[in-house]
């Protein structure tokens, strides 16, 4: 009966330090975030806002491009109809009724019909120089963080891990294993979530400079059409 007794004695201590393990080894992401102590979690406050101005450059610049991309095949049919009929006004019209980069610049060009063809290509091109200057804007900010957001990251856990060698060098050698690999591991989460700020901000900006290629190309190829309009109406 004893024997049994001090069984289910052992079951119940053993489920107790089991329970106590898995108490102690639970840990929530808001935790591991702010365990840093204050130098950490500076740090963590800056990748945070770091991390939200990525998210809102790269939603309102991929909102402005699609809307910048937007093509009508029937737009160039329509402007040559109006030139060969000598139906500038119009043509004006649609432009700016159409509102893209590729319309603004044809507007541009209409707008200096009558003058040389130099003086033409001349205001073309520095009209599609400030479009590419809107189709770019903020988006070096995004490149910046995709570089600084791991270089930050990689600080706290310089940060994290001179106060670990500190807590070793003042104890004595005495240092728990626990408060030291405590230390260490929440040092390190700094650099997870800097290279997680750096790769969506890194693929962000790509992703964006791609679009924006697509667009520049598609003005060039439209101002050269209405250029060679000019110069071959007919």
């Not at 507007?107 to 290509?121: H, Q, T, V």
């Not at 005495?174 to 929440?186: E, F, P, S």
């Amino acid at each position: 009966m004893v024997n049994i007794q001090n069984a289910d004695s052992l079951a119940v201590a053993k489920d107790a330090v089991l329970d106590q393990q898995a108490t102690v080894k639970t840990l929530s992401i808001w935790e591991l975030l702010t365990s840093g102590g204050i130098g950490g979690q500076i740090i963590m406050l800056v990748l945070g806002i770091l991390f939200f101005v990525a998210i809102y450059i790269y939603i309102e610049r991929a909102m402005a491009l699609k809307a910048a991309s937007k093509e009508d095949k029937g737009f160039m049919n329509q402007i040559r109809d109006h030139i060969i009929h000598r139906r500038f006004d119009s043509a004006k019209l649609l432009c700016q009724h159409t509102n893209t980069p590729v319309s603004r610049l044809i507007e541009k060009g209409i707008s200096r019909i009558g003058k040389p063809l130099d003086d033409i290509n001349t205001a073309i091109e520095s009209a599609g120089k400030l479009e590419i200057y809107n189709l770019e804007k903020n988006v070096s900010i995004l490149a910046t963080i995709s570089g600084a957001g791991p270089m930050i990251g990689f600080l706290g856990t310089v940060y994290g891990m001179i106060l670990a060698f500190h807590e070793i060098s003042t104890g004595g050698g005495q240092v728990q294993m626990d408060v030291l690999a405590g230390g260490i591991y929440t040092a390190m989460t700094t650099t997870v979530v800097g290279l997680i700020i750096g790769i969506f901000s890194y693929i962000g900006y790509n992703h964006l400079v791609v679009k924006t290629d697509k667009i520049v190309n598609l003005m060039e190829a439209n101002a050269v059409e209405f250029l060679d309009l000019l110069n071959d109406p007919v």
